[in-house]
């Protein structure tokens, strides 16, 4: 499988690709309310798009955290039912991370993880703050990662 990702601003044309993606994965798929899924952090985030032989099946995103100037917020990490299971996820997080260190400008990142991905994120470093909570009706938790 040939893999290319490509990194975004919320108006370049594979945005909307991006957003096509959240949209099979969160909103028809996960039953998330499309009014939860996209929100004012979507023009200022940096965006990531992954295409598996040319086609584009995943996407995340980052964006600097509106309160603490040191933290970068991480999230809205997809991949389309068909391709998972193929390391993909991992692809996009990684990728993200890069993106973070690269800007030099963060000590920390925080997201909010779905509890079934949890130990994905574990893999990379990232560790639970606090107790599981439901947003949009799936269970999360909050997890953080510092930059070294």
Do not use: C, N, W
Request: no cysteine; net charge negative.
């Amino acid at each position: 499988m040939d893999i290319d990702i490509r990194t975004i601003a919320g108006s370049a044309p594979d945005f909307a690709l991006a957003m096509e993606i959240r949209q099979k994965v969160f909103v028809i798929e996960q039953k998330v309310p499309e009014d939860l899924e996209h929100d004012e952090f979507d023009e200022k985030a940096t965006h990531v798009l992954l295409l598996a032989d040319g086609k584009p099946v995943g996407t995340g995103r980052v964006f600097a955290d509106p309160e603490r100037t040191d933290t970068a917020r991480l999230g809205r990490v997809a991949v389309l039912r068909e391709y998972r299971g193929l390391r993909l996820g991992q692809v996009l997080i990684a990728t993200l991370l890069e993106e973070i260190k690269k800007s030099g400008r963060f000590r920390r990142v925080l997201i909010h993880a779905q509890s079934s991905v949890v130990e994905l994120y574990a893999r990379f470093g990232f560790e639970k703050v606090g107790e599981e909570f439901y947003e949009a009706g799936i269970a999360h938790y909050e997890m953080i990662y510092l930059i070294k």
